[in-house]
């Protein structure tokens, strides 16, 4: 009888391993995998409808705006009145499309709080012609006329510890800057419900601390300002040249 219970009991034991079995239990390294991925899932559910959302906003159209109201000043640049007279005239106007920059600010004067000599004044703040930058100038889709009318420039980037180059316009004199009042005619129609969701997105993702997490999660790393910074035992390349080899090394990049 004895022989015949232990008989019994293993064969009650090898079926519950085999009922165990087919249950396919997920290992604990499996289970951990599965809560990751179904946060990172989430977390693109978040960006994409942060993206969506951002469309519907932008899609809606614009109303007039009755009666039109002055919102401070923008500045740009226009061709001189010789140049314009020339017979280059059309050709620079052309080219000014694509070089112009537009800057806003609520003084006429574009006058910015700054430091002179450790006093404090009023400077007139600066506005530049477009530059470009070498990977992106031969995609403007400039004519050989208009190409030539650059000239590169090597600078040197103090957070990557770097030289960059960028093609500068060669003549900026010919064009210079107006200044006038900034109109605004119409205006973007509202939807409330729909920046209500939007704001309560943004809550979110600010409360919780969700964009170092989306973005770790799209990119697959985190970009921050010291993974460029210099290292202290990092110096500038050129560091130890002597100036003529610098110059050298310069003239022959731009060749």
Known sequence: MATQAIIMDNKREQHEDTDIGC??????RRRK????GAIEKQLRSLDKRRWELNAQRRALPFIPLEP?????????FVVRDDVARSDKGAFYEGLLAKLNTRDWSYRKDFRVRGRCHGKKVYLVKDQSLREWHE????????TDAEARCFYAEDRYDRHSGRLYRVFVFSEPWRYVLQVRPNIIDKVRLTDPELESEEQRLENNIFRNALDRQIQKVLDGAVYRWRD??????????YKHWPTGRILDRIKEESE
Not at 68 to 76: C, F, H, L, S, T
Not at 135 to 142: D, K, M, N, T
């Open 135 to 142: 990977w992106e100038f031969f995609r403007q889709g400039f």
């Open 23 to 28: 249950y396919r239990l997920r290992s604990e």
């Open 33 to 36: 995998r599965d809560r990751i």
């Open 68 to 76: 039109p109201v002055q919102k401070g000043w923008i500045r740009y």
């Open 228 to 237: 460029y910074a210099p290292k202290p035992w990092e110096g500038h390349p």
